[in-house]
């Protein structure tokens, strides 16, 4: 098969680890930055040009676009959808898992479990913080990544000042009822094809409350509950994505979700897991393609 992986960063872990996946299966795979892609609509045809060649010969792409690139990233793919070209993640499933707030309220209309948020924007933003007492609450912009743009705020006050700073730079955010009993850790289920292949364990650094691997927390490799599993599985279908990682904290009243990520980083699952990820991504690939 001829698969390209849309990546604007070609000597990146997941990157890398993809070539290769799909050369030791014997398909012809290359990186394409999305950088130059040109995208032009001819004869009411979708039409993608790569530096100076059109491209129309892919089966499959394996879209890696960075939180940066959403919009052209995703526009790129939904060209490649409407040249019947198979992506592992949907321009549609990349487009709202980016933002934290739509992402949510498509987890809402399928009953999925997650944390008490609210919008931020509001002239009543003081009722609002004061609705979730005075408590420690987290406020999260809405398209941070790796655990930049994300504050916990000790108390109401605290919360208040943050929201309305926030609120008069003009900035998108949500109020999020802060999982204490997460303890700085998080759960990262890896999906491919409605079924869970790879789970780890993420746990902050130096009394953090953030997990993420890019604020120097740590990873292992962890079997998750039927319950999670099941979860993690209903969270990639409703947000249409067949390959997505799913972020959940275990709370007292069992996992929540908490964002699900169309370009999961290979790198900390498969050295927690020793899993070749990859190879199951390019296996997913062909059975598609079957
Ligand atoms: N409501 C919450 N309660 C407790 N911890 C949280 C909460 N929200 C986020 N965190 C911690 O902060 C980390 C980053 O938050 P997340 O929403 O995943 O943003 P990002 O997209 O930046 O990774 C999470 O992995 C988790 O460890
Ligand atoms: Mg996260």
């Not at 890398?16 to 999305?34: S, T």
């Not at 060649?53 to 940066?68: E, F, K, M, T």
């Not at 780890?200 to 120097?216: A, E, P, V």
Request: proline share 2%; charged share 20%.
């Amino acid at each position: 098969m001829n698969i390209a992986i849309l990546s604007r960063a070609q000597q990146l872990y997941s990157t890398q680890r993809l070539l290769k996946a799909g050369e030791v299966q014997n398909h012809d795979i290359e990186i394409i930055d999305p950088t130059y892609c040109n995208l032009t609509i001819v004869n009411n045809k979708a039409v993608v040009q790569y530096h100076d060649q059109i491209i129309d010969d892919l089966d499959a792409i394996i879209p890696r676009i960075g939180a940066s690139n959403t919009y052209r990233g995703a526009s790129i793919v939904r060209h490649f959808e409407a040249m019947g070209v198979f992506s592992i993640a949907s321009s549609k499933g990349i487009v709202t898992s980016r933002d934290k707030w739509t992402c949510f309220q498509i987890l809402a209309q399928k009953g999925i479990a997650m944390p008490k948020t609210t919008l931020g924007s509001s002239p009543y933003l003081d009722v609002f913080v004061k609705d979730f007492g005075d408590h420690p609450i987290i406020i999260k912009i809405l398209e941070g990544t790796h655990g930049q743009g994300v504050i916990l705020c000790e108390n109401y006050k605290n919360a208040l000042t943050t929201a309305q700073t926030l609120q008069s730079a003009k900035v998108k955010f949500v109020m999020q009822e802060f999982i204490a009993e997460a303890q700085g850790t998080d759960i990262r289920a890896f999906v491919i094809d409605r079924q869970v292949v790879a789970a780890i364990k993420r746990t902050s650094k130096d009394g953090d409350f953030r997990s993420n691997l890019h604020q120097g927390g740590s990873a292992n490799s962890i079997q998750l509950s039927n319950t999670e599993k099941q979860i993690a599985v209903a969270a990639a279908k409703a947000l249409n994505l067949s390959v997505c990682g799913v972020d959940m904290l275990a709370s007292k009243r069992g996992p929540l979700v908490l964002e699900i990520n169309s370009t999961p980083g290979l790198e900390g699952i498969e050295t927690a897991t020793g899993l070749n990820i990859s190879g199951k991504i390019i296996t997913f690939i062909e059975q598609q393609k079957k």
